[in-house]
Each structure stands twice: as structure tokens, then as C-alpha cells.
């Protein structure tokens, strides 16, 4: 008897569960999709990490907060969940441009998929993705940089600056979005002093495991580096970058910051003095470019590429100490010139 | 033995029902403590359940979930806590991938071959923890979570270019996966498509339940767990039974990736979905090691996942749902021991009672009530 119901219960289940798998109601982006068509403009969804990392995703927040002003319109920015799948993504785009927003962003590689999909469902809605250029669709635009011409010009810096002839890379993630920013300073700094040194470390092996995120780990790594005889790091690791500036700032060495001009920043102002410089990459304006170009009526599609030549990609010049090394910035000065007449071919990877 | 044995029952619901309760209140109050109604949010949670598409996205969800719990529960049923389900399904996951990218087979032997990969690599990762604890005492719990580092680090390894990795734009990936391998969804139109190996998730909860409760190696499990010495004195050898619990789980939990592998993707890169061994315990926990519990807590996580992100677009965080599941668990572990001891003070009294008046113990329904 005890068997029966026994069976009976897990026959419930499975019921229940193809019951669920006919799945009824309509889907939540056909509901009431005629509403709130209104006065809505750019909306971005971050990656891992998300909002407040000091760097990547707060200059998205930038170009968004500009948009925001200038064009008067209601803006959404939304942040990722742990974990998530692609579907998730896709749901989270979807569900932004279903209330009308225009542009959708996708911040990050990761919702290169997402984008793909919703652009599909969507062919009236402008999509951005930043640092993914496999999207070929007529309503996306692929928003990329040359992230390792920066690094080169930072390599060049950290090279001229060096006086014990080693310097540190510290990358977030070993993926090869860091690898660009990697083989760019490496090289800049073997073209401009081959005695050079240039130690190299990543924080985590995922994203997940926290590589962006993790000042503490950041300054593990810099201590290191900084202990075989490091006088200048250079750290493209997100929020975690904030470790290392603290620990070159603690050591008196100098640090090199990323993404945003860190010197700027009100959370790093105690450490300003040790930040030569930033290897920068406008997200802002590449985020605010494109909701321009969707007010002005001629939405950016294809692949849009920031580099030195449209600086999108630059070297920051804000710490006076660096900017006023004649010497310095008259390397960089050529550098630049040579990497926009293509006279030097940067690395990738 | 009667049919229905409602104090059996009463016991086992008890539990959830007391600790879901009690964490809706708590996340309530959270809500009142930030200004915030403390309604609404639940009932926007509920209204995303009405959408199909949503409803898509919560069964799929929860097929991985419910593997990811079963592999972490049949560790529990022996007293075994398998941390390392994460490693395992995503390691699993992976290899599937490289295979189903270089091997083309008919279909017919392709997803067969792809499941078989998957078991065995995942197998082999625990097998790992297994005999290190048979052989050297090595505690599981620290094994494992060693090995969810290691298999980052294996995988990174396996995405290089010149190893087995793909790169497209600035993803990591194994390449795409042949078609054969793919395994079709049940399309539903607009709202989506349920992954085909959804229907594995429900025959591995079959399966489990047979193994565990019909079989005679489900018997020395469930023996080994309650009592060690008792199962070893009846014969039951412990090494080998840690060795195959290990195994079984290791092989179930390297499943858990792939409805999503087969269904969706067709290829391992860097967004694919991490963590899900990890929520496997907690779903585990909740369901009480039951396929049946385990299968409610599994669409309740799901529930809560794929229904917050609407909270966004309303002025809630979203991250609500996160403190609920954290209440969920915290509650869970009270609320059992809670029912627990009740149980046993009810069943004491019965048993006075009964004596008292002079009843024969055993003419009626005494058995052990107290769950587990």
C-alpha cells in the first residue's frame, strides 16, 4: 500500500511539472507593450561587478548621467544578478526596450548573446555593446577600443619613469579582454627601454571569483611586485585596481590607473600623488556618442572603434608632476604619432 | 501500515511551510526597515509568475538547480557534504563541450556520448575527494572545495587557443558544439523554449528515488548515513559505500550544466552560468533530501531568480530576493530542528499515552515520525 502512494506522489510531481511545461499566460513583454512609449532615452545594463567599481561600469554610468542632462529624457541602469544565464540577459535588454527605452546598452562582452537576441526582437530599438565586436546587425552598434594602444603609451610611461628597471602589470581576470591591456604595456615598455622588466600577474582566473572587484587582492599582488623591486604598477583590474594604487601609495612607488582618469577620483584622493597617470577608455563617450547619435536621428551601427586617433583611448595628463616631465611627454608625444600612422603596429595579445 | 500517514506528513511540511513563512516575514520587515512597502514587491514577484515567458526561464532554471540539489543531496543521505557539486558540473559541463565540438556522430550516440562525458568527468572530479578520504581520512568538505579551485584553474587551462579554447571577440569558448549534440527544447513560441533535458532533471528524480528507497545499495546508503558503526556491524563495508556515494554524486552533479550546454548555448564560454552547485545545497537543504521536496525548492529558487529582476523597473532592489533566500536557509535550519523536537515530544507523548491505557505498542502506527 505504502508503495502505491509513494509512487502516486512522485507521479504527482511529474505531472506538475509537464503541467507547468504548457506553460499558460501571455509573456511579460506582450502585456501591455502599447504603454509607456513616452519620453524615455538611454538605458544600460551592467556587467559583473556592476555599478561603483571606481572604473569600467562607473563610466558607463558617466555617459549615461550626461545623456541624462543634456537631452532632459528618463534614463535606467540596471545591474546583473550572480550567476545569471544569457536568457536572463536577454530578458533583462528585453524588458528595457519593451518600456520604450532608446538606446538599450549592454555593458560588457558578456551580453554579446543578449544583445544579439534582443536587437532580433526588437528591430526599432537602437542596442550598444561595449567591448564585443561579433554582432553584425543593422540596430546594433559593436562599441570597441584599443585598449592596448593606451597601455602601450602607459608602457611607454611606466619605462621612462622606472629608475630600478622593473615594473608590474596587475590584470583582474585572466580573460582576453586584460590580455589586450597586458601585451600593450609590455610592449611599450620593451620599445622604449628593453632593459626593463615588466612582472606580470592576474587576480583570479573568472570574474566571479571576484578578479574585478577585490581592492584586498589588488594589493596582495601589488606588495609583491612591488617587494621584487616594482617602481611602477599598472593595474587593469577594475575596482581591485584600487588596492594597488593603495599599495604604491603606502610604498611610495607610482601607480599607473585605468578605464577613468583616477587621479580625478574623490575615493582615490588620498593616494592622487602616487597616480602617474591613467590609461583611459571613454566608455563615457562612447556610451553618450551613441545616444546622441539615436537623438539626432542617425542611430551608430556596426562596429565603432575607439582609439588614440579618436582618443577614446588616451593617456591622462591630470597628476602635474607627469605632465610636466618634458622629457617624458615628448616620448609619449611620439609614440602616439607613431601608433596613429600605424608605424607601430600595437599588439593585442 | 496505512495508506496515508498524516503525522508523517504534517512532520515533513511542517518544516518549509514554518521556515518560507517565517523568511516572508523577515524580508517583509527588511522592507518596512528601508522605507519600503512591504507588499508590493511580492506582489510583483507573484504577477511575473503569470507570464509565460517567465515561466519559461523558471523551468529551465530549475532543471539545473534540481540536479545540482539531487548530487548534493545523496551526499547528505550518507552524512557526506559533496561542496564540490560546483567544480564538478562546471568541469562536466566543459568537457561535454570539447567533445560535442570535436566529435560528430550521429545524433543517436552523440547526446548518449555527451551525457557519458559529462557523468564521467564529474565522477572523476569527486572519485578524486572519494579516495583521498578512503584512503588518507582526508576530510570531503576540504576536498572538495580544493578541487571547485582547481577545476577553475582547469578550465582556464582548457580555454587556451592553442588547447581547446575558441575565442570570439574577447569571449573564451570551446567553439560551437555539431548540431548532433544539440538537444531540441519544447518550443512555446514568444515565450521561449523549455530545454529538452528538462525531462532528464524529472527521470533523475525518479531514479534517485528508486536507488535510494528500493534498492539494496540505497538500503546501506541510507544505513551508512544514520549509523556508520550500526551499517559496518551489519555487514555494510563504510569505504566502499563513500567511495560509490562520491561517485554517484560527482556523476549526477556533472549533469547539472548541461541543460543549459545542450539546449541553449552549444558552447562553454565565459557566461556560462556559474555557482549553481552552490545554490544546489541550500536547495537540498530545503527539500529535505526528498526528489519530491527538492523539486518544490528548486522552482522556488527559480521563482525568486528570474521573477526579482522586474523589481528593478518598480523602485525595489532586486537584491530582495537574495535576503529572502538567505532567510529561506537560516530559517530552514531552525525550523526543522524546531519541528524535529516537536515531533519526537508528540510521538513520546503518544507512546505515554497509550501505555497508559494499556495499549500493545506497535498494534498501531509508531514507527519513527521524526523525519529523516
Known amino acids: 500500500m505504502r508503495r502505491i502512494s509513494r509512487i502516486t506522489v512522485a507521479g504527482a510531481a511529474t505531472a506538475s511539472l509537464a503541467l507547468a511545461l504548457s506553460a499558460c499566460g501571455g509573456t511579460s513583454t506582450s502585456a501591455g507593450s502599447s504603454d509607456s512609449k513616452g519620453d524615455k532615452g538611454l538605458a544600460i545594463a551592467y556587467d559583473v561587478g556592476g555599478k561603483g567599481d571606481q572604473s569600467f561600469n562607473d563610466a558607463a554610468f558617466a555617459g549615461l548621467e550626461q545623456a541624462k542632462k543634456e537631452f532632459g529624457y528618463q534614463t535606467a541602469d540596471v545591474e546583473p544578478t550572480e550567476g545569471e544565464t544569457d536568457a536572463d540577459k536577454e530578458q533583462r535588454l528585453v524588458s528595457l526596450a519593451k518600456q520604450g527605452y532608446n538606446p538599450v546598452v549592454g555593458v560588457g562582452y558578456a551580453y554579446a548573446a543578449a544583445v544579439k537576441g534582443a536587437a532580433e526582437k526588437f528591430p526599432k530599438t537602437t542596442f550598444g555593446i561595449v567591448d564585443d565586436a561579433t554582432i553584425n546587425t543593422e540596430n546594433v552598434a559593436d562599441l570597441v577600443f584599443n585598449e592596448e594602444q593606451a597601455s602601450y603609451l602607459a608602457g611607454v610611461a611606466a619605462a621612462k619613469t622606472s629608475k630600478t628597471k622593473v615594473v608590474g602589470f596587475v590584470g583582474g581576470v585572466d580573460i582576453p579582454l586584460i590580455h589586450k591591456f597586458q601585451a600593450g604595456f609590455a610592449q611599450g615598455v620593451k620599445d622604449t627601454d628593453p632593459k626593463v622588466k615588466v612582472l606580470s600577474q592576474y587576480l583570479t582566473q573568472t570574474a566571479e571569483e571576484g578578479g574585478f572587484a577585490s581592492p584586498d587582492k589588488g594589493k596582495t599582488a601589488a606588495e609583491g611586485q612591488i617587494e621584487k623591486k616594482a617602481d611602477v604598477v599598472y593595474a587593469a583590474a577594475g575596482l581591485s585596481g584600487q588596492g594597488v594604487i593603495e599599495a604604491a601609495a603606502a610604498e611610495k612607488v607610482w601607480a599607473i590607473g585605468v578605464d577613468s582618469d583616477q587621479y580625478q577620483q574623490e575615493a582615490l584622493a588620498k593616494y592622487k600623488d602616487s597616480i602617474l597617470t591613467s590609461a583611459m577608455k571613454d566608455v563615457a563617450k562612447a556610451v553618450y556618442n551613441l545616444a546622441k547619435s539615436v537623438e539626432d536621428g542617425k542611430p551608430e551601427t556596426g562596429i565603432v572603434r575607439g582609439d588614440l586617433k579618436t582618443g577614446e583611448v588616451s593617456l591622462s595628463n591630470s597628476n602635474p608632476k607627469f605632465a610636466d616631465d618634458a622629457d617624458l611627454q615628448a616620448a609619449l608625444k611620439t609614440a602616439k604619432e607613431k601608433i596613429i600612422s600605424g608605424e607601430i603596429k600595437v599588439k593585442s595579445s | ?372
Open chain 2, 1 to 372: 501500515m496505512k495508506k496515508f500517514d498524516k503525522e508523517r506528513l504534517l512532520l515533513a511540511v511542517a518544516g518549509p511551510v514554518i521556515a518560507l513563512a517565517v523568511a516572508f516575514v523577515l524580508s517583509a520587515i527588511v522592507l518596512l526597515a528601508s522605507g519600503k512597502s512591504p507588499f508590493e514587491p511580492f506582489a510583483l514577484m507573484f504577477e511575473q509568475l503569470s507570464f509565460s515567458d517567465i515561466q519559461v526561464l523558471i523551468i529551465n532554471q530549475a532543471s539545473m538547480y534540481y540536479i545540482a540539489a539531487l548530487a548534493v543531496a545523496i551526499g547528505f543521505r550518507m552524512n557526506l557534504f559533496n561542496i564540490g557539486v560546483d567544480g564538478q558540473y562546471q568541469l562536466g559541463a566543459m568537457m561535454a563541450a570539447v567533445v560535442g565540438a570535436h566529435v560528430n556522430l550521429p545524433a543517436a550516440l552523440q547526446v548518449p556520448l555527451l551525457l557519458l562525458t559529462a557523468v564521467l568527468t564529474g565522477a572523476f572530479w569527486a572519485g578524486i575527494a572519494g579516495v583521498l578520504k578512503v584512503t588518507r581520512g582526508v576530510s570531503e568538505v576540504v576536498a572538495t572545495i580544493m578541487l571547485n579551485a582547481i577545476a577553475t584553474s582547469v578550465i582556464a587551462y582548457l580555454w587556451l587557443p592553442n588547447v581547446f579554447g575558441v575565442k570570439v571577440g574577447n569571449n573564451n569558448t570551446t567553439g560551437e558544439m555539431y548540431e548532433s549534440g544539440w538537444i531540441p527544447g519544447i518550443s512555446l513560441g514568444d515565450a521561449g523554449e523549455i530545454y529538452g533535458l528538462v525531462l532528464l532533471a524529472v527521470l533523475l528524480g525518479i531514479g534517485y528515488w528508486i536507488v535510494l528507497n528500493r534498492t539494496r545499495f540505497g538500503f546501506d546508503l541510507r544505513a551508512s548515513g544514520a549509523s556508520q558503526t550500526a551499517a559496518a556491524a551489519s555487514g555494510v563495508d563504510p569505504k566502499r559505500m563513500v567511495l560509490s556515494a562520491m561517485l554517484i554524486s560527482g556523476a549526477i552533479a556533472g549533469l547539472a550544466g548541461l541543460p543549459i550546454l545542450l539546449g541553449d548555448t552549444h558552447t562553454y564560454s565565459l557566461n556560462f552560468p556559474t555557482g549553481i552547485g552552490f545554490l544546489g545545497i541550500g536547495i537540498a537543504l530545503l527539500g529535505r533530501n526528498s526528489p519530491v521536496g527538492i523539486a518544490f525548492a528548486a522552482l522556488l529558487w527559480a521563482w525568486l531568480d528570474k521573477a526579482s529582476p522586474e523589481l528593478d523597473f518598480h523602485g525595489y532592489d532586486k537584491e530582495i530576493a537574495v535576503i529572502m533566500q538567505g532567510l529561506i536557509v537560516l530559517s530552514v535550519v531552525v525550523s526543522y530542528e524546531a519541528v524535529r523536537e516537536w515531533g519526537l515530544r508528540r510521538q513520546q507523548r503518544r507512546v505515554g499515552a497509550e501505555l497508559a491505557a494499556g495499549h500493545v505498542l506497535g498494534a498501531q502506527n509508531t514507527k519513527e515520525v521524526a523525519g529523516r
